[in-house]
């Protein structure tokens, strides 16, 4: 019958530190003890600090989010970024004892708002929402009190241009239009290609239109070929008509035709078809329509 063999103690410990120990005499030893039993309690001491600090930091960061929580409650006020700038710290010398300005000595970026109460004002604190999230024109949501940027808002469309889209995408076909040939031809070339393709024409350098001019009597198929490019094309088709365009008030046309292209470049692809285009100019005697 084999006899098992017992792993020593001193298995995980180096040789060099055992022939120590080994050499030692009792008041080294004792010595030695005493001398590890302080350092245990210095350790001990130590990691109690961490924990406190660790308790304080997580503390801190509570009632950071409670107060974060509280501020954000709604409502907010509603802003516009007007422009984003790099700011340096000041270099003035600062005397000891002396007051400081912690606004002077930031760095970083800063932000002009302009308040749905058309008021300007300059955060040198942006707030909650990264600076790089933010560019001139966005509309942000600020604390009523303090203006700090809590919340970036999505873009602001006019309920106008909204209703522009069309919810069902367009199923028709060019077979469904008849003796337009021609025109469906050249409506492909420069409407449906450049977007179905586009690769090739960068390849080639060649620049293509930004719309075409349809123009005819009504009923002869200019509103069915424009939703014939939407569904080859599986674009968004967005429908105006030209008198929406022209509006009692200086640039509230201008500001329709801004948020249009807008949403069109949001819903991209996409293709705005602009009816009854004669309203806007000078009236001629045929019924025009646009599609870009």
């Not at 010398?93 to 002396?98: H, K, L, P, T, W």
């Not at 586009?198 to 009597?217: H, M, N, S, T």
Request: hydrophobic share 40%.
């Amino acid at each position: 019958m084999t006899s098992t063999i017992e792993r020593p103690i001193w298995d995980d410990v180096d040789e060099a530190m055992v022939d120590e120990v080994m050499r030692m005499s009792t008041e080294e030893l004792t010595s030695r003890a005493r001398l590890l039993d302080s350092e245990i309690r210095f350790m001990q001491s130590e990691l109690k600090h961490v924990n406190h600090e660790i308790n304080t930091k997580q503390t801190k960061v509570k009632d950071s989010k409670s107060k974060i929580k509280m501020n954000k409650a709604l409502p907010y006020l509603v802003a516009t970024v007007v422009e984003l700038l790099d700011v340096e710290p000041q270099e003035d010398e600062i005397e000891e004892g002396a007051n400081v300005d912690l606004d002077s000595q930031r760095k970083g970026k800063c932000a002009v708002i302009k308040t749905s109460t058309r008021q300007t004002y300059f955060l040198p604190v942006i707030g909650l929402v990264p600076p790089e999230d933010l560019k001139p024109g966005d509309l942000v949501g600020v604390h009523k009190d303090s203006y700090l940027i809590l919340e970036k808002l999505p873009p602001e469309f006019d309920s106008r241009v909204k209703a522009m889209e069309v919810d069902e995408r367009p199923t028709e076909r060019y077979s469904d239009i008849g003796g337009l040939d021609k025109q469906i031809q050249e409506l492909i070339e420069a409407v449906v290609l450049p977007m179905t393709h586009r690769d090739r024409f960068e390849a080639l350098g060649i620049q293509p239109p930004k719309g075409v001019l349809l123009y005819g009597p009504p009923g002869t198929g200019k509103t069915l070929l424009a939703r014939a490019c939407a569904a080859q094309t599986k674009s968004t088709f967005l429908k105006l008509a030209g008198p929406q365009l022209v509006q009692m008030f200086i640039g509230d046309g201008a500001k329709l035709v801004r948020d249009a292209f807008q949403l069109a470049k949001e819903k991209a692809p996409a293709i705005i078809f602009i009816d009854e285009l004669d309203a806007i100019g000078k009236r001629h005697k045929l019924k025009c329509s646009s599609i870009f």
